[in-house]
């Protein structure tokens, strides 16, 4: 089983980014799907979510509005198109795939600053 992020990087506020998460070893189109972030010294928080077809999501409340969560069942992909970005939006964010069990990727920084 493998999740591997991308897209992070250094980004002014105001800017956009999209993140994306490419899984493997295992049926992608049966997991839930979410990304979440933790930045220092806090602890890690949802950012959102999206069931396994893709017909519903949620998002935390620092986000709604900002950030949109999207996934490609047959690329094995979930999505997380960042807007209007924030100091605060700082974090290190992970995919997490859920269903019986729990997997996360290896992280990927997104620092949100002039």
């Known amino acids: 089983v493998q999740l591997v992020e991308s897209g992070g990087g250094l980004v002014q506020p105001g800017g956009s980014l999209r993140l994306s998460c490419v899984a493997s070893g295992f049926t992608f189109s049966r997991f839930h799907m979410s990304w979440h972030r933790q930045a220092p010294g806090k602890e890690r928080e949802l950012v959102a979510g999206?069931?396994?077809?893709?017909?519903?999501?949620n998002y935390g409340d620092s986000v709604k509005g900002r950030f949109t969560i999207s996934r490609d069942n047959t690329k094995n992909t979930v999505y997380l198109q960042m807007s209007s970005l924030k100091p605060e939006d700082t974090a290190v964010y992970y995919c997490?795939?859920?269903?019986?069990?729990?997997?996360w990727g290896q992280g990927t920084q997104v620092t949100v600053s002039l």
């Open positions: 997490n795939a859920r269903l019986f069990s729990s997997y």
């Open positions: 999206i069931t396994n077809g893709g017909g519903s999501t």
